[in-house]
C-alpha cells in the first residue's frame, strides 16, 4: 500500500500553553487535525467557564488564516471548583471535558486534587450531565516507584471513583502499561483511553541508555518495553476504547535540557507520520482512522470530520528539528529514531 485516506484525525489530548509559545505550536496541530482537547494547566491554571472562552478566544486567534480548526476546551478541576459554573459551561458547548490532575503529579498541577472526597459532588454533576473527565491516572506518593504510579492510581484512586460514581464518562488518558489497557478494555462504554504517539516509539531505555535524552522525558515516564508493545497492540488493535491523544507539550529547549528538566514530547509536528510507520509495522495501516479519527469522536459523542487526509509512502520525509518560538529558545521536535516514510499529501 503507497497511499491511505482516512477522515481528518483529531488529537483528544493537547497542550497549546499561551502567548509566545500558543503562537509558535497552534499552527503544527491545526495543519493536520480537525479538533483537539485543549488541556487547561496554564498558569494560572483555566478553572472557570470564564477563563475557558478567554482561553479559546486567545487560540482561535492564534490559528492561521482560515484554519478549520477547533478547540475543544476543558477545565482544570480543583477542590473548588464550581459545580454550577461547570454545567453551565457544559451546557452551553464552551467546554467538552474535565481534567483531573492530581497535585502535584505533573507540569502545573500545584491546584489540582489531593483529597478525591472533596470533588465528589463535581464528579456527581459531571455523571448527570453526561460531562466526561479526562484522569491524569498517576499516585503522587513518594513511597510509590514511579514507575508503578499509573498501576497504583488505577487500583486506589480510579476505580474507587467509578465505583463510587456510576455513570461518570472518564478517558484514562496517556496510558502507559499493560494495566491501564487492560483497565480501560473491562470497562464499557463510559470508559475511554488515549495513547500518546511518543509512547508507541519510546520505552524507558530510549530515555536512559547511553546519556540521558531531555526530549524523551515525559509524565507518565515511560515504562518497560513489555508495556510500549502493550500500547501498540491497543492502538492497532481497533477496539473502541483506545483513540490518539498525542499529550504534544511543547517546553522551550532551555527547559528541558536543564538540571531539573520539564516533562513532555512534542509530537504535533510530525505525529500522523509516525503513526502511519508505527500502524504499517503492526501490520494495521486498514486500522490506524479508527485510532485517528473514529473512536475518539465516538467515545465523545460527536460527529467525525467531514473531510479527509491522505498519507502517501515514499522516500524518507523530514520534519524541521526545531519549531521557533519569539522571545525564547525553540521546541525541540519529537525524533522517533527511525526514517519516516509516510507523508501528508497536501
Ligand atoms: O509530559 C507531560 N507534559 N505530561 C503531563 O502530564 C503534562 C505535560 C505538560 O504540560 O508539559
Ligand atoms: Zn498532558
Not at 487500583?155 to 480501560?184: N, S
Not at 460527529?303 to 519569539?326: M, Q, R
Amino acid at each position: 500500500m503507497t497511499q491511505i485516506t482516512l477522515r481528518r484525525p483529531d488529537d483528544w489530548h493537547l497542550h497549546l500553553r499561551d502567548g509566545a509559545m500558543l503562537r509558535a505550536v497552534a499552527p503544527e496541530t491545526a495543519r493536520d487535525f480537525g479538533r483537539a482537547i485543549i488541556m487547561p494547566n496554564l498558569v494560572p491554571p483555566v478553572v472557570t467557564g470564564a477563563q475557558a472562552a478567554a482561553y479559546r478566544d486567545r487560540i482561535l486567534a492564534a490559528l492561521p488564516e482560515g484554519s478549520g480548526f477547533t478547540p475543544l476546551m476543558t477545565l482544570y478541576l480543583t477542590e473548588d471548583t464550581d459545580a454550577d459554573d461547570l454545567a453551565a459551561a457544559h451546557a452551553s458547548g464552551l467546554i467538552t471535558a474535565v481534567k483531573l490532575y492530581p497535585a502535584g503529579a505533573t507540569t502545573n498541577s500545584a491546584s489540582g486534587v489531593t483529597n478525591f472526597d472533596k470533588v465528589r459532588p463535581v464528579l456527581e454533576r459531571m455523571a448527570e450531565i453526561g460531562c466526561p473527565l479526562c484522569v491524569h491516572g498517576e499516585v503522587v506518593d513518594s513511597d510509590i516507584d514511579i514507575f508503578d504510579r499509573e498501576a497504583v492510581f488505577i487500583d486506589r484512586v480510579l476505580d474507587p471513583i467509578r465505583q463510587a460514581t456510576p455513570g461518570l464518562r472518564v478517558v484514562m488518558e496517556h496510558i502507559t502499561t499493560q494495566q491501564g489497557a487492560d483497565y480501560a478494555r473491562s470497562g464499557g462504554a463510559d470508559l475511554g483511553a488515549t495513547i500518546t504517539t511518543h509512547h508507541l516509539v519510546i520505552n524507558r531505555n530510549h530515555i536512559l541508555v547511553g546519556g540521558i535524552k531531555p526530549h524523551y522525558y515525559c509524565l507518565p515516564v515511560a515504562k518497560r518495553e513489555d508495556h510500549r508493545q502493550a500500547l501498540v497492540a491497543a492502538a492497532t488493535g481497533g477496539e473502541a476504547c483506545f483513540f490518539l491523544g498525542t499529550d504534544s507539550a511543547p517546553h522551550p529547549d532551555h527547559l528541558k535540557e536543564h538540571a531539573c528538566g520539564c516533562a513532555g514530547c512534542f509530537t504535533a509536528t510530525n505525529t500522523m507520520s509516525i503513526l502511519a510507520e508505527v500502524f504499517e509495522r503492526a501490520g494495521a495501516l486498514d486500522r490506524l482512522e479508527r485510532f485517528a479519527s473514529l473512536n475518539g469522536p465516538a467515545f465523545y459523542r460527536l460527529p467525525v470530520n467531514p473531510d479527509t487526509i491522505t498519507l502517501a509512502k515514499g522516500a524518507p520525509v523530514t520534519y524541521p528539528d526545531k519549531i521557533e518560538v519569539e522571545g525564547s529558545s525553540p521546541v525541540t521536535v519529537f525524533q522517533p529514531g527511525f526514517d519516516l516514510h509516510w507523508r501528508i499529501v497536501r
